[in-house]
């Protein structure tokens, strides 16, 4: 479904991903693990088109996104979560998704304001994929709730619920159980098998061992910017090269 080849993406001198090959399988659940500042983040943003790759080549279905817009790649099917959700706190969880959805499909803000006729034409089409958004995520009851007021799992819920509402093909979901404990993780981990049982397809990065060991088809490994290792859970368990990486880092165990 996705061809990356030879990625890289320097910061200055520093290459936060060097030289990385891989493919996103369809309808799997597609995993990005390793240390902090691995270049698990630059990945996703190069992949979603918030940053432009230095070398390499992106093919999303046969379809060349290298040089793409975040605005075009979300058009062309692939959406994703952020580490933080940023939510307007004074408006509704509603209102929320509905004007996420057009910061993600529109090229700019200014094209969202001022675009008014526009707008107003797509506003019941844009609401209802919110709702049916919502509703996916398991939080309808919520949809007039000031998103100041909602917990840290409904944040992620409505994280979710944002990237479904542009009808993607590919989700792109960025440490989707930070910060919710271990009950809400598990109900997190099956709202993700909910997302690939509809047809989705899955990559995320995250670093909760003991859920992407049990959620994901495969794994790959980052370290320094590099691709270090790729196999199933299992293997990824038992391969040197992970363990090396992670000792010495917070991840005392993998
Ligand atoms: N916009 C940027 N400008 C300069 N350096 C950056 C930028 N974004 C990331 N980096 C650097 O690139 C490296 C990889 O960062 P990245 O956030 O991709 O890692 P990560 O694996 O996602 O880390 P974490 O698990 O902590 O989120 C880090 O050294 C980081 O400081």
Redesign the pocket.
């Known amino acids: 479904m996705l061809e990356i080849r030879h990625l890289t993406k320097r910061?200055?001198g520093?290459a936060?991903v060097n030289d990385v090959s891989a493919t996103v399988e369809r309808g799997r659940i597609n995993a990005i693990i390793?240390?902090?500042?691995?270049?698990?983040?630059?990945?996703f943003n190069l992949i979603s088109g918030v940053?432009r790759p230095t070398s390499g080549s992106i093919s999303f279905e046969g379809q060349d996104v290298t040089h793409l817009r975040s605005d075009q790649v979300a058009r062309l099917g692939i959406s994703r979560t952020f580490?933080t959700t940023t939510l307007f706190d004074m408006a509704t969880v509603l209102d929320n998704l509905i004007v996420g959805h057009r910061l993600r499909t529109r090229s700019g803000l200014v094209d969202v304001l001022f675009n008014s006729r526009r707008l107003r034409e797509e506003e019941r089409t844009c609401r209802e994929k919110a709702r049916e958004a919502l509703d996916f995520v398991g939080l309808s009851h919520i949809a007039h709730r000031l998103a100041g007021d909602i917990s840290q799992e409904e944040r992620k819920r409505v994280a979710f619920a944002l990237a479904l509402s542009t009808d993607p093909r590919l989700v792109l979901l960025d440490e989707p159980a930070g910060g919710v404990n271990p009950d809400e993780t598990q109900g997190l981990a099956d709202l993700i098998r909910k997302m690939v049982a509809s047809g989705l397809t899955v990559c995320l990065?995250e670093?909760k061992m003991d859920m992407i060991m049990s959620l994901a088809d495969k794994i790959m490994v980052?370290n320094y910017?590099e691709k270090i290792a790729e196999g199933s859970p299992a293997e990824i368990r038992a391969n040197p090269a992970v363990i090396d990486a992670y000792l010495g880092s917070e991840h005392a165990e993998v």
């Open positions: 910061f200055g520093l936060a390793g240390p902090n500042g691995a270049g698990k983040t630059t990945f940053h580490q990065i670093h980052l910017g």
